[in-house]
């Protein structure tokens, strides 16, 4: 993966004028011009081992010249003749320290070899000549991640995806170190302390994402007795309830969370969430979702269930009003495009219903092809090897 990257994006030299510009002596050998030319037509025809016979053959006429040390390296290591490629390239740097490309591939060559500590300072000797190498950034992170160096990598990786948003190889990486991170932060935390209501919260989360529901309470309802009266204990337990669906449960905790708390727009919001799932009074749910916008106004899921609130009250146009600016928030959110049809349709406003009902068939659609192609995905992984 890194190799075919850094291979695309490290050119080799490339011409006889640059050959002489990099070299410590002025002029060419007549047989080194015409070696490099057949080496150059060799590698265009895809004959690398006939190009890497041209460059030995280069070095052997002309042993001071640097790039063609260089290309030899490159040829060596889409050969994946890495140890070769070390020692050559490490010649050529000695003959001529300032060539960053073929640090860059020194440093690829010793990180293939798992030879982590020694390909770091040639890497970053790359990236000193060149700070916006994206391929040499990203494949020195990598080697950081290696090393256990997360904090280095991290600030490589933030800076390469600024300047590419779009590269999903620096995202991964991100990801990868923000996950050892937590993990290390997380195991100081419970060495701390591990009967601690944090270390409890912790590892209540940890099973939440496991889909661990009977640990996930424990851990909470534990984190609940030692501090009944900080704030967040009550929402966390009440949370896990609601995420299954335990409906009164849920309604406590979250009333205590609001005696604790009375600032928690989230234990406001869900409160009116509950009553709303199980078809209860809709007007005390329309005055909890009033509560919690009132705090924290741009919480999208509560004006979505405002909207829904309203058209149980036959209140359609201003369910119109809260739908539409939820639709702005998440337009790809399928429920607000199928509440809004239902406005629409009992206001007369026939087009637009129908309109949003295609949106609401289409991001169903959508959602049930990639649901299918995560599992086609899975059964994939799963399969054994014959």
Known sequence: MFIVSLLLSLATVSSLTTLRAQSESAAIDPRVEKLYTEAKAAEAHGDVDGAVA??????????????????????????????????VLEKGLEVDPAMPSASALLGMSL???AQYAEARPRLEAALRANPDDDNAELL????????????????HLLRLSRRQPRNQEAWYLLG??????????????DAIDPDSVLSHEIRGDVMSVMNNFPGALLEYKKA???????????????????????????????QAELSNDPSNCLAQWKLA?????????????????????????????????????????????????????????????????????????????????????????KLEESA????????????FELKPDK
Request: charged letters at 25%; one cysteine or more; hydrophobic letters at 40%.
């Open 54 to 87: 041209k460059y030995e053959s280069i070095l052997q006429i002309q042993p001071r010249l640097g790039p063609a040390y260089n290309n030899l390296g490159a040829l060596y290591l889409k050969r994946h003749e890495y140890p070769k490629a070390a020692a």
């Open 111 to 113: 990180f293939e070899m």
């Open 140 to 155: 020195l992170a990598n080697d950081l991640i290696k090393l256990g160096e997360f904090e280095a990598a991290e600030g």
């Open 176 to 189: 990868k170190v923000y996950m050892q991170l937590s993990e290390r932060a997380f195991a100081k935390l």
């Open 224 to 254: 609940v007795e030692l501090a009944p009266q900080q704030p967040g204990t009550h929402y966390k337990l009440g949370d896990a309830y609601w995420v299954w669906s335990k409906w009164a449960a849920a309604a406590r905790e979250f």
């Open 273 to 361: 969430n509950i009553l709303l799932e199980q078809h209860l009074n809709p007007e005390e749910a329309l005055s909890d979702i009033d509560k919690a916008l009132a705090i924290c106004p741009n919480l999208t899921e509560a004006r979505v269930d405002r909207g829904r609130a309203l058209i149980r009250l036959n209140r359609d146009a201003d369910a119109i009003k809260d739908l539409q600016a939820a639709a702005q928030s998440t337009p790809n959110d399928s429920t607000i495009h199928f509440l809004l049809a239902q406005a629409y349709r009992k206001t007369g406003r026939a087009q637009e219903a129908q309109s949003e009902m295609q949106l609401f068939s």
């Open 368 to 379: 049930r092809t990639v649901k299918a192609e995560r599992a086609e995905r899975s059964l």
